[in-house]
């Protein structure tokens, strides 16, 4: 590497067990391993600063999951059927249930460390939002979490882009650490570790998103959710699961703002353009889709949005929540504003912008495009051992949380089957992945990993290639931005949108897809894999979208390859295939798993049983 970057250094950093993404599961593995490996060196590693990085940087108005087991409202138990029922009855019980059942104990924690949770004056009790949701003024939510996982921590490295994980020289599925670049200064980094813990989010901007050209940062997840933490399992060949399972969210439009306190709380409802109630008019149709999944109690949110979809196909849109009647109620107003104010601030903006007031217009809906993440209404992500005392032997073949890589953990949004955790239940599954972590390590005695020096060699020459050929190329022109011989990685990002979109059902097909239409994506994402090979950077920030936008092409393909394997359409509102409109337990009640063979580029795939732990 010339010119600028001669200057460049090789930090090497030693470490018992790394977190990757300080966001709300990393925060939570950090602790916990602290916790538990008194004398462990535990370093965590974040690409922003753990104090307002992932999705939760903004704050939160709601903590989306706690069972109030102190006052007898839900037992764990509960969680499991409200999620298996929510996600149309795929979900993995054991992991669901360990979250759920230590969940309580962490959010206590957070008040303890100072997180205002709001209390119901009559009660006593923490306000419910809903059944599960508890409110809080959460606008220094992420701060405060963070507070613990920095005093935890050995060291947390923040600004640190993670690019790749290192395996263990002699053993090819034992990971023995991960490199990346510092953001600022563009310094190389080695941690070399027995144990990974990777939690670094969900996927936004795989799809095409409903905001484009100088709106296009404003998404539902968060924008800097750049798929890392499936590209990075995938590349090392672990195993993941359920990748079809993308979100489509209902929210307020061009903001997307939430609507869960609206619905739970102020008990708003939606209604068609032209005033009418709509949901019920599509239960027929819907049943002979899904049968009666459409009758249960909460409906699933997929479903929902079907209805949204449908009554806005047949051309009476837009819908719109009706907020009218419960803002004349001044508590109601407050808390709808404020709910924006401290989660969502752009929703309260563009309201403001387009003359909305909520009081005296009811504002639109819509389905937002589709992302890919592990936590919400949604359970994409890792194939993850289970818990010791809960999990089938099927689902154990290691520590609690352990990919199908030795050492390999995952936490959040990474881990799949374990939906509507939230940001509690993320950072409990990464106390729970940390304490397992300072087991396996603990257990590893003499038998450390090592790193290879040729593995991080070749690594670090691929990870700086786009500077030099951005440097090289750019003498090619004179102007402007386009080159023959490299591609900018907001090309390559626009791109990979437009393939999503149209082919792998993203809002501009009404979420639609089929095997021809895959097929041909696959081919399409396949081109532009080898394109990446020219991406060009023109400086540190484009270097980390270089890499950011490898991720999300991996994962990409993790998410069509997974839509082809599933002949059915097992979740309307999140995605179609046409060719195979029904949900079809007989051949389908079961979880899809997907292996990555780096070398021959190609992907493998399987079933695997689905086990009803709890009634
Ligand atoms: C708009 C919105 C509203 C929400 N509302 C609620 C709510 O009301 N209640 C609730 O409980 N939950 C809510 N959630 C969900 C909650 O935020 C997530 O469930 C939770 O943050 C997931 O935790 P995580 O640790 O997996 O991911 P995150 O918290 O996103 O953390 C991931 C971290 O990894 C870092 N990272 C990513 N890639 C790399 C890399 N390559 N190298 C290094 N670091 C990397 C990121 O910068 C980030 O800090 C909401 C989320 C959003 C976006």
């Known amino acids: 590497m010339m010119g600028l970057f001669t200057r460049r250094k090789t930090v090497f950093v030693d470490s018992d067990i790394l977190v990757i993404g300080g966001g709300m599961a990393g925060c939570g593995a950090t602790y916990e391993s602290r916790y538990w490996g008194r004398d462990l060196k535990i370093v965590c590693v974040e690409k922003a600063n753990i104090e307002r990085s992932g999705a939760v940087a903004q704050g939160l108005y709601a903590i989306n999951c ?13 969680h499991v059927r409200y999620a298996r029922n929510d996600l149309m009855g795929l979900v993995r019980e054991d992991l669901g249930y360990d979250i759920a059942r230590h969940v309580d104990s962490t959010v206590h924690k957070f008040e303890e460390w100072g997180l205002p949770i709001m209390r119901d004056p009559k009660t006593g009790r923490y306000q419910r939002e809903g059944k599960w949701q508890i409110m809080i003024h959460g606008e220094s939510y992420k701060p405060i979490v963070a507070e613990a996982a920095r005093k935890a921590a050995n060291k947390v490295y923040n600004r640190i882009m993670v690019t790749h994980l290192l395996m263990d020289r002699t053993n090819t599925n034992r990971v023995a650490g991960a490199v990346g670049f510092n953001v600022r200064n563009g310094d190389f980094y080695v941690f070399r570790s027995k144990a990974v813990i990777v939690s670094a989010g969900g996927a936004s901007h795989i799809f095409k998103p409903r905001a484009v050209g100088e709106g296009m940062g404003r998404t539902w997840y968060a924008p800097w959710s750049s798929a890392s933490a499936y590209a990075l399992p995938i590349l090392v060949g672990a195993k993941m699961m359920q990748m079809e399972n993308r979100i489509v969210l209902t929210r307020f439009k061009d903001g997307y703002g939430p609507v869960g306190a609206y619905f739970l709380h102020l008990k708003t409802y939606t209604e068609n353009a032209y005033g009418e109630e709509y949901e019920s008019k599509w239960r027929d149709h819907t049943k002979e889709l899904v049968g009666d999944y459409v009758d249960r109690h909460p409906v699933p949110t997929c479903l929902r949005n079907h209805a949204l979809l449908e009554e806005v196909k047949a051309g009476r849109g837009p819908i719109r929540m009706v907020t009218k009647e419960a803002f004349q109620d001044p508590h109601k107003e407050t808390v709808g504003w404020e709910n924006f104010l401290g989660m969502t ?11 909305i007031d909520p009081k005296h217009t009811n504002p639109e809906l819509t389905t937002s495009e589709p992302y890919v993440m592990g936590s919400h209404a949604t359970c994409s992500g890792a194939w993850a051992s289970g818990p010791a005392d809960y999990a089938p032997s099927e689902y154990q073949w290691g520590y609690n949380r352990m990919m199908t890589v030795d050492g390999l953990f995952g936490a959040g949004d990474t881990i799949g089957g374990t939906a509507h955790k939230f940001s509690s239940g993320s950072f409990t599954e990464g106390r729970i992945a940390g304490k397992a972590a300072v087991n396996y390590v603990n257990d590893l005695g003499s038998e450390q990993p090592e790193v290879s020096e040729q593995e991080y060699e070749d690594l670090e020459r691929a990870i700086y290639q786009p500077l030099e050929t951005y440097k090289i190329g750019r003498n090619e022109i004179v102007a402007g931005t386009v080159s023959p011989s490299y591609i900018l990685p907001i090309n390559g990002l626009q791109r990979l949108e437009k393939i999503m979109d149209e082919y792998v059902g993203g809002i501009g097909s009404f979420y639609t897809t089929n095997e021809p ?29 270089a890499w950011e936008l490898h991720h999300r092409v991996l994962a990409s393909e993790a998410v069509a390859q997974h839509t082809l394997f599933r002949t059915e359409t097992r979740w309307p509102g999140y995605y179609y295939r046409a060719d195979h409109p029904k949900l079809d ?4 009640h079961c979880f899809t798993l997907s292996r990555y063979d780096q070398d021959s580029g190609k992907w493998e795939m399987e079933k695997a049983p689905v086990y009803h732990i709890i009634d």
């Open 345 to 355: 601030i752009g929703q309260a903006v563009v309201w403001a912008s387009q003359n």
């Open 66 to 78: 706690y069972m109030g087991m102190q006052w007898n409202e839900n037992q764990p138990e509960d």
């Open 517 to 545: 239409l895959l097929t041909r994506g696959i081919e399409l994402l396949g081109m532009l894999k080898e394109d990446l090979a020219h991406l060009g950077a023109e400086d540190l920030h484009q270097l980390q979208r």
């Open 585 to 588: 337990d007989k051949d389908w």
